[in-house]
């Protein structure tokens, strides 16, 4: 029998042998979201959660090389003691999308993984659910950069549901809307008809609203029915963060432009645009929008936990 590519960690393994509802999550949280210590209280943090309901999660990451699904003890302390000196060894933990995972286990580096990365992995380990924070998709002002984030792709190919508070708030959000339905990406609203941004539970962009868990669950296995595993898109499911948490539109978004001119300024492009744009963000609102960001991921959590069980 052929070695297995992945590293299941034991809650893991015994959730596959004994058929449980799994809930893959990502881990740019961990490496790129937040500082030491918080980024591994809130990793921990969102696992409690998925357990406190029923759910067994899976933060998939690359540690030395190795793909890990889901994360014992022993990768935390891994994770940690790297994201320690993050700040002054930035290449230390690398954040890894898809296209980096070839080099990224040749070479024995570790990160996390991001939206793409974790579709691709989860898929590949079996998975069927997964919760994120915010997906990628076209930058504003793409055509000069054409920046369009290799999540989009990855939503296009593999099929995982994944759960959503909507396009990152960074983004041309009416676009990306729009090169999901080219791509043939089935796009819902969880109890909402509006789509969501990010820090923002509403916008004035409509998708379709579905309102039960039931639906979602018929939905993937029709999709998996006609398509077959191999030629499937995902789910997207979008997910309003709840209105008490949500930060209004006309308060982020001159906060988002002068973040983004000032990117601008300092040249900073590809992968690191999204990272610095965040961090950015935080400094400007003062810590809000880490909270607001803290309190989707875990709405989105708590959605994921909700569909894998359905599925289970």
């Known amino acids: 029998m052929a070695k297995s590519?992945?590293?299941?960690?034991?809650?893991?393994?015994?959730?596959?042998?004994?058929?449980?509802?799994?809930?893959?999550?990502?881990s740019t949280v961990i490496t790129h979201g937040l500082p030491y210590p918080e980024n591994i209280a809130t990793a921990k943090s969102l696992e409690q959660l998925a357990i406190d309901n029923d759910v067994t999660p899976a933060i998939i990451a690359i540690i030395?090389?190795?793909?890990?699904?889901?994360l014992d003890e022993g990768d935390f302390a891994k994770l940690a003691e790297l994201s320690k000196?993050?700040?002054?060894?930035?290449?230390?933990?690398?954040?890894?999308?898809?296209?980096?995972?070839?080099?990224a286990v040749t070479q024995k580096w570790s990160g996390g993984t991001t939206v793409s990365a974790t579709m691709f992995l989860a898929y590949k380990a079996g998975l069927k659910v997964f919760a994120t924070g915010g997906i990628g998709g076209v930058h504003r002002f793409w055509q000069e950069s054409m920046d369009i984030s290799a999540d989009l792709q990855a939503l296009a190919k593999y099929p995982v549901i994944i759960v959503t508070a909507g396009c990152k708030a960074i983004l041309d959000i009416p676009a990306t809307l729009e090169q999901l339905e080219t791509l043939s990406v089935p796009v819902y609203g969880w109890k909402t008809d509006k789509c969501p941004a990010f820090y923002t539970n509403t916008t004035s962009y409509t998708?379709?609203?579905?309102?039960?868990?039931?639906?979602?669950a018929d939905v993937y296995h029709t999709l998996i029915e006609y398509a077959g595993t191999d030629s499937s898109s995902s789910i997207v499911i979008m997910n309003p963060i709840p209105a008490q948490y949500s930060i209004p539109s006309e308060q982020i978004e001159p906060f988002i432009e002068q973040a983004i001119q000032e990117a601008n300024l300092q040249g900073i492009k590809g992968k690191a645009i999204t990272p610095w744009l965040l961090q950015r963000l935080a400094e400007i609102t003062r810590g809000k929008s880490i909270q607001t960001n803290l309190e989707?991921?875990?709405n989105n959590v708590l959605v994921g936990c909700l569909i894998a069980k359905e599925l289970n």
């Not at 998708?207 to 979602?216: A, G, L, N």
């Open 207 to 216: 998708i379709d609203k579905v309102d039960d868990v039931k639906t979602i």
């Open 5 to 26: 590519p992945f590293h299941f960690s034991n809650a893991v393994t015994e959730s596959l042998s004994a058929g449980k509802p799994l809930l893959a999550l990502e």
């Open 85 to 103: 000196h993050q700040s002054s060894q930035p290449g230390n933990l690398k954040k890894i999308a898809q296209k980096d995972i070839p080099m």
């Open 64 to 70: 030395e090389g190795i793909v890990h699904i889901g």
């Open 296 to 298: 989707l991921l875990k």
